[in-house]
C-alpha cells in the first residue's frame, strides 16, 4: 500500500521543470508522483494545504559550517540539519574545516552517520583540498569522494599556493570533483577586521582591500583555463570578483559562483552604524555599496550562480570580545529566505530567479541530484509563507549559532514546512 | 553628563554645544591649576579606575592627576600583572572592576570599539582614553583648548579666557601617520564642529582610505599642506610601521615630512603654532629645534590636558554644582 500526500492550492515554483503557477504536487512513497493543475486526489490520500503559499525544491545551501567533529558546542550535525530544515534548505554541503579537518573517509564517514542518525537535512560532506587544510600537499580525493565528499575546500583559508591549486584542479579532474575556494590573497588582505574604505578609516578598523579577494578570483579563473577542472568561487563580495567570474564565462569555463545573502542586503556603513557589533563580523566582510550593487545584479543576471549562507556558527566565547579579537561568521540557515525575499520586493531579483538561485542552480554547481520537483526526484519540498512578519529573535533559532546581524529585525517571508524524503521534517 | 551622553566614547558622537560644553568648563578647571594649593573637594567620595591595556605614561597620568586635584580616589589597572595576562576577557576583567564600584572607568585598548563594549556592558561611566586607531578623545578636546588658547593669545586677547569662537576659519594641517591614527580621527571629528578646516598629509600608503570623507583636505606634500596653515600639528612616527612597509625609513621620512626650523620659517604662516600629541621622536618628524621654539604649544597641550580631563571626570561622575 502506497502513502500518498497530495500538496494543494499553492503556487508551485520550479525553476528546474519550468513550473510557475497553481499547480498539485502529489507526493508517493517519497517521490515526486507529479505536478499538476488538476489532479483527482484518492480518499485515502493525506492533504497539505499551500493555499497562500509557494511550494518549491528544498532548498539547497552549497556553503554551511556544522562544526562536527570538534566544536560540538557551536554546532552540531543535527543542529544545523535541524537549523536547515526550517529555513526550508533540504540540502546541505558541510565545510571541512572541522576538527579534526575533512581530509579522509573516517570524518567524512562520521558527518554522514551522524546526518543520518538526525534524519532531517541531507547533508554533503566536502572534503579538503590539501591535507589538513595545510595547503602543502593534495588530499585524497578519490577516498574522500568514494567516502560521499561532493567537493574539495578549504574553505576558512584560501589555497594560497598557486602551484598547489593548479595541481588541485587538475587532479580533482580524475574524479570529477569540483574545487570550492575561499579567495582571499593573505598577504594582500593582512589582519584585517572589515572592508577597506571610509568606514573602516573612520572606526579605526583595520581594512581588507576589495582586491585581496578579486586578485585571488582571477588567479584561479586563469587556472581554470590553464587546467580545464571545475572551480566553484565561494561567498563573492566583491565588484572585482563579479567581473572575473563574468570574463570566466565569456571564455566558457568550467567556473561557478556563489553569494551569501549579507553580502547581497547589507554593507560596510551598515556595519558601521552597528558599532563594533561582532554579529557583522564574517570573512569576506561585509563591502561597499558598489560592490554590493555589482553582486546582486550578477546574481540576478545568472553571472553569480546561487545563494549559498556560509552559515557559520560561533559561540560567545568567540564573539563576545573586541571586534579585532572576535571570530568571524554569522549564521545564516534560518535567515537566508527572507533576506532575499527582500532583494525581490525592492525589484533587484525576479522570484522565479531567486528560486532558481536556492535550488536548480546550487544543485547544478555541484553536480548534485537535488533542487528539482521532477516526478521520480525524491520529495524533498518547502513550502513558503511569502508574507509572514516574523521578528528574528536568535535565542529561538534551531542553530547553536546566535550571531546575526538581522537580531531582532521585522523580516517578511518564512518557510512553514519542508519534506525530505516525502517526510515532513519542520512545520506540521 | 556631557549633553546627552553618559559616556565619552568618541568625539564623532558630541555636537558643537556638547564640545564647548567640556571646553569651557575645562577653562574654569586651568584657573584652579594655577592655585597655589591644587585641590578642590569637588569629587571627594567619588572613585576613578584608570584601566589600560596599551602603555602610557602621560594620558594615565593625565587623568590621574586630574582625578587627583578634584579628589577623587583613582585607581590605576594595567593590563600586564593582572588577570589579563591569565586569559580573562575584557568584558570580564571590566565587569570584575565594576564590581568594586568605580563612578568613572576610563579605558585605554588596543583594539578600536573596545571602550564601546565595556559601555554597553557596565553601569558606570566610561571614558575613552585612546582605543586602537579609532578616537582619542580627550585629546581631541585638549587640542581644540589649547588652539584656542593660542589664537586668543595673537589676537591679544586675555590668556585665562580662551575665545573658542576664534577656531572658526582657521586651517589646521595634521601631518605624519593618519592611518594609524586616533588622534587625526578625533581631531576630525572635533575641530570642523568648531568651524575650523582640516587638511591631513603624509605618504600615501599612511593616508586612509576615504578619509577625504571625514572633511579632510588631503595632501602629499608638506610645503603645500603648511601653506598659510594656522597650526599644524605634527605625529608621532611610531618605530613599528618602519618596514611595515609604510615608509622606507626615518632617514627619508624627516626629509619629505619632517619639520625643522629652516622648513618652518620658510614655509609656515608667521603666526602658525606647533602642536604634537606627544611622545616626540625627536629629529624625526620634529627637530628639536622646533619642538622646543617659540612656535611650540607643546607643553601647553600638556597642562591643558588635566584641564581638560578633570571637565571630563567631573561631568561625568556626576559632581555636585561647578563650584571649583
Not at chain 1, 63 to 79: C, D, F, M, S
Not at chain 1, 236 to 265: D, N, Q
Not at chain 2, 147 to 161: C, D, K
Not at chain 2, 258 to 285: D, F, M, Q, S, T
Request: hydrophobic letters at 45%; a neutral charge; one cysteine or more.
Amino acid at each position: 500500500m502506497s502513502e500518498l500526500l497530495f500538496i494543494e492550492g499553492g503556487r508551485v515554483i520550479d525553476p528546474a521543470g519550468g513550473v510557475d503557477g497553481l499547480r498539485t504536487v502529489v507526493v508517493r512513497d517519497g517521490r515526486i508522483a507529479e505536478v499538476a493543475e488538476r489532479v483527482e486526489r484518492p480518499r485515502e490520500a493525506r492533504v497539505l494545504d499551500a493555499r497562500g503559499r509557494w511550494v518549491t525544491p528544498g532548498f539547497v545551501d552549497l556553503h554551511v559550517h556544522l562544526r562536527e567533529p570538534g566544536q560540538e558546542y557551536k554546532e552540531t550535525v543535527a543542529t544545523g540539519a535541524r537549523a536547515a530544515v526550517a529555513g526550508g534548505f533540504t540540502t546541505v554541503a558541510a565545510m571541512a574545516n572541522t576538527s579534526p579537518v575533512n581530509d579522509n573517509a573516517s570524518v567524512t564517514e562520521l558527518v554522514l552517520a551522524r546526518a543520518a542518525a538526525a534524519g532531517l537535512a541531507r547533508v554533503r560532506p566536502v572534503g579538503c583540498v590539501s591535507r589538513g587544510q595545510k595547503g602543502e600537499e593534495l588530499a585524497e580525493y578519490g577516498e574522500l569522494k568514494a567516502a560521499g565528499c561532493v567537493a574539495l575546500s578549504d574553505d576558512g583559508r584560501p589555497v594560497a599556493s598557486p602551484a598547489l591549486m593548479r595541481r588541485a584542479l587538475e587532479y580533482a579532474r580524475a574524479f570529477d570533483l569540483p574545487v570550492a575556494v575561499h579567495e582571499e590573497e593573505p598577504a594582500l588582505a593582512g589582519k584585517w577586521a572589515m572592508h577597506e574604505g571610509a568606514a573602516a578609516t573612520r572606526m579605526g578598523l583595520k581594512g581588507m582591500p576589495a582586491q585581496a579577494e578579486s586578485a585571488m578570483v582571477w588567479r584561479d579563473v586563469e587556472l581554470a583555463e590553464l587546467t580545464g577542472g571545475r572551480l566553484h568561487l565561494q561567498h563573492l563580495s566583491t565588484a572585482g570578483s563579479v567581473r572575473a567570474l563574468r570574463e570566466a564565462k565569456r571564455r566558457g569555463l568550467r567556473v561557478t559562483g556563489e553569494a551569501a545573502p549579507h553580502h547581497l542586503a547589507l554593507t560596510d556603513e551598515d556595519l558601521a552604524r552597528a558599532g563594533y557589533d561582532t554579529s557583522w563580523k564574517m570573512n569576506p566582510p561585509l563591502r561597499s555599496v558598489e560592490d554590493r550593487r555589482a553582486v546582486q545584479e550578477a546574481l540576478a543576471d545568472g553571472t553569480i550562480d546561487c545563494v549559498a549562507t556560509d552559515h557559520a556558527p560561533h559561540s560567545a566565547v568567540e564573539k563576545e570580545l573586541e571586534f579585532d579579537a572576535a571570530a568571524n561568521g554569522v549564521v545564516g540557515l534560518e535567515t537566508a529566505f527572507a533576506v532575499c525575499l527582500g532583494l525581490v520586493r525592492q525589484g533587484l531579483l525576479s522570484e522565479r530567479r531567486l528560486i532558481e538561485a536556492l535550488t536548480a542552480a546550487p544543485a547544478r554547481a555541484f553536480g548534485l541530484a537535488a533542487g528539482s520537483l521532477a516526478p521520480g526526484a525524491p520529495a524533498d519540498v518547502a513550502v513558503l509563507d511569502p508574507a509572514a512578519e516574523w521578528r528574528v529573535e536568535p535565542e529561538r533559532f534551531h542553530s547553536k549559532g546566535r550571531h546575526t546581524p538581522w537580531k531582532g529585525a521585522a523580516l517578511t517571508g518564512r518557510c512553514t514546512h519542508t519534506l525530505v524524503d516525502g517526510r515532513l521534517v519542520h512545520g506540521s | 553628563m556631557i549633553g546627552r551622553h553618559r559616556h565619552l566614547i568618541g568625539l564623532e558622537e558630541l555636537d558643537r554645544g556638547e564640545i564647548l560644553q567640556v571646553l569651557q568648563l575645562a577653562t574654569s578647571m586651568k584657573e584652579v591649576l594655577r592655585r597655589p594649593l591644587k585641590k578642590v573637594p569637588t569629587l571627594r567620595g567619588k572613585a576613578v579606575v584608570n584601566l589600560f591595556f596599551e602603555a602610557s605614561t602621560r594620558t594615565r597620568s593625565s587623568f590621574e592627576t586630574a582625578a587627583k586635584i578634584l579628589s577623587a580616589d583613582a585607581l590605576n589597572w594595567t593590563a600586564a600583572g593582572s588577570s589579563v595576562s591569565k586569559g580573562e576577557t575584557l568584558v570580564d576583567t571590566a565587569r570584575n572592576l565594576e564590581a568594586m564600584r568605580p563612578d568613572v572607568l576610563v579605558i585605554r585598548h588596543a583594539a578600536s570599539g573596545a571602550p564601546r563594549l565595556v559601555a554597553e556592558r557596565v553601569g558606570c561611566a566610561v571614558v575613552n582614553a585612546g582605543d586602537g586607531a579609532h578616537e582619542h578623545p580627550s585629546q581631541g578636546l585638549l587640542d581644540a583648548f589649547t588652539l584656542a588658547e593660542h589664537f586668543t593669545r595673537a589676537a591679544g586677547g586675555p590668556e585665562a579666557a580662551p575665545d573658542f569662537g576664534l577656531l572658526a576659519g582657521k586651517t589646521v594641517a595634521i601631518v605624519g601617520d593618519v592611518s594609524h591614527s586616533r588622534v587625526a580621527r578625533s581631531a576630525l571629528h572635533c575641530l570642523p564642529k568648531l568651524g575650523a578646516k582640516v587638511r591631513v598629509c603624509g605618504p600615501p600608503t599612511m593616508i586612509p582610505a576615504g578619509i577625504e570623507r571625514m572633511g579632510a583636505e588631503v595632501h602629499h606634500a608638506l610645503p603645500e599642506a603648511v601653506k598659510g596653515a594656522d597650526a599644524v600639528m605634527m605625529l608621532r612616527i611610531q618605530h613599528e610601521r618602519i618596514g611595515d612597509p609604510l615608509i622606507p625609513g626615518t632617514r627619508e621620512y624627516s626629509k619629505f615630512w619632517g619639520l625643522n626650523a629652516r622648513k618652518a620659517a620658510e614655509w609656515l604662516a608667521p603666526g602658525a603654532c606647533i602642536l604634537h600629541p606627544g611622545p616626540i621622536n625627536r629629529g624625526v618628524e620634529l627637530a628639536p629645534e622646533v619642538a622646543d621654539g617659540p612656535r611650540s604649544v607643546i607643553l601647553d597641550q600638556v597642562q591643558n590636558g588635566v584641564a581638560v580631563r578633570m571637565a571630563i571626570l567631573y561631568l561625568l561622575a556626576g559632581g555636585g554644582e561647578a563650584h571649583v
